[in-house]
């Protein structure tokens, strides 16, 4: 828990290209391009709102401050393994029945 925090903080530092407390969609977008992820993260104006459910999340600048950037990413985290889980067992039931297939 606690090392995530840290490296959810050091994040929106790398991403918070004017040090001004806050994320803009701009400096989002821009940041993830530099951080060259592979995949690449293709981040649109729909994705923002969506993950800032509206804008609810942004200050009256339209910005993300750090509490509001670490419960996007967790929740996004989250998203995330649930489908990874999900793929997972999948193919677990798949093979499962794949092997019982064989030896009927």
């Keep these: 828990q606690k090392e995530l925090t840290e490296r959810i903080n050091t994040v929106y530092k790398v991403l918070d290209c004017d040090d001004s407390g806050g994320l803009s969609f701009a400096e989002l977008k821009?940041?993830?391009r530099k951080l060259r992820l592979r995949?690449?993260?293709h981040f649109g104006e729909e994705d923002f709102d969506a993950v800032t459910e509206h804008g609810a999340l942004c200050n009256a600048d339209g910005e993300l401050d750090?509490?509001?950037f670490d419960r996007?990413?967790?929740a996004q985290l989250k998203v995330f393994m649930?489908?990874?889980l999900a793929i997972r067992m999948h193919n677990i039931q798949g093979?499962?029945?794949q092997s019982s297939v064989l030896y009927t």
């Design 39 to 41: 995949p690449q993260i």
């Design 82 to 84: 649930d489908k990874q």
């Design 95 to 97: 093979d499962m029945y």
């Design 66 to 68: 750090l509490k509001a």
């Design 30 to 32: 821009k940041g993830l």
């Design 72 to 74: 996007i990413v967790r």
